[in-house]
Structures are given as C-alpha cells and as structure tokens.
C-alpha cells in the first residue's frame, strides 16, 4: 500500500491486534532508512482508536518517549482519520516531530488510495 515509505512490518511478539504486542518496523522517513520497535499499549474498539507506544529505534535518539494514537470516525459520510502524536524531547534543541506527523498524514493518504481509488481516478 506504501512502499516507498514502510517497506516492512514485523510481529516481533504476542498477536496482531492485541494490547501488548510488539510490532518492528523498517520505514523511510525524511529520505533515511530507519527501525522502530512499538509496543500496542491501548486499543478502543469502541472509539476506533489504537494506540502504540515507542519502545526501542531511531525515534528514541531524539525522544524520550513517544507515543502515536490513530483514531477513526465513522460518524459521518466520510471516514476521518486523526493521528496524535506525545512526545518528550531529549533536550530543547530536539525539533518537535512536524516531519513525522507528516509522515503519518501520507501513510493514510496511500491507505486510503488502495482502499477507495475511485476517489483518485479524476
């Protein structure tokens, strides 16, 4: 769905879709290869949202923790997706992560792309 920026997604450990589970990715961002190791730490089935936790990679040169919630809303006509990133910086001079909630904005513009290409073919 998006190879040009997650070329691999690894269960590492327990099941996919469980709180948990530990998911390793191998991911370009800002046009360097990089790893991350994420743990599943809450998912709301109820409110559509999954949240994972930062646990190990080269996010975690710059940050102390970090935390990614994708939540979707189906409430209406259209599907809105909202990503929330928490972060602590390691020190002041670690820039906030606009490049990686930009990342996050493309991911689910190619997801959305494979799943509904009819809104894309005009």
């Known amino acids: ?11 590492h450990d327990g099941q996919w879709g469980t709180v948990g589970s530990v998911i390793y990715w191998n991911y370009t961002h800002d046009g360097k290869e990089r790893v991350a190791k994420e ?4 998912i709301d089935e109820e409110k559509k949202s999954v949240t994972f936790k930062v646990i190990e990679g080269d996010l975690m040169e710059l940050y102390k923790t970090i935390k990614l919630t994708v939540h979707v809303d189906t409430s209406g006509d259209d599907n809105l997706v909202t990503w929330t990133l928490e972060y602590e910086k390691l020190n002041e001079d670690v820039p906030d992560p606009h490049t990686l909630m930009e990342f996050c904005l493309n991911v689910t513009k190619d997801i959305e792309k494979h799943h509904v290409p009819h809104l894309h073919d005009q």
């Open 1 to 11: 769905m998006t190879p040009d920026k997650i070329q691999n997604c690894d269960l």
């Open 39 to 42: 743990i599943i730490e809450a």
